[in-house]
């Protein structure tokens, strides 16, 4: 059983924007903060933003005032507004429950490159 897609990823140029999406099953979206994370090659998987259930967010230092984690409760959706883009955010990007994750994704790739 699939229980997470993301999408919207893609090739930008330093200073873009994007804005990646993630379906969530209902029992990882209901019960958990959602966080969008990412794996750069040769790096661990780090997480970049969280929205809790009552939607308080909260950012990584390296992306705060530049990414903002939304959500769509009955669509069960997560999704990050990614701005002003830089190379070193080039990495698979992927979304989970906090307290209680579940089977990761595929992900998303996003590439900076002039």
């Known amino acids: 059983q699939v229980q997470l897609v993301e999408s919207g990823g893609g090739l930008v140029q330093p200073g873009g924007s994007l804005r990646l999406s993630c379906v969530a099953s209902?029992?990882?979206?209901?019960?958990?903060?959602m966080g969008w994370y990412r794996q750069a090659p040769g790096k661990q998987r780090e997480l970049v933003a969280h929205?809790?259930?009552?939607?308080?967010?909260n950012y990584a230092d390296s992306v705060k005032g530049r990414f903002f984690i939304s959500k769509d409760n009955a669509q069960n959706t997560v999704y990050l507004q990614m701005n002003s883009l830089k190379p070193e955010d080039t990495a698979v990007y992927y979304c989970?429950?906090?307290?209680?994750?579940?089977?990761w994704g595929r992900g998303t790739q996003v590439t900076v490159s002039s």
């Open positions: 989970n429950g906090l307290q209680r994750p579940g089977s």
């Open positions: 209902g029992s990882i979206f209901r019960f958990n903060a």
């Open positions: 929205i809790t259930t009552s939607g308080f967010t």
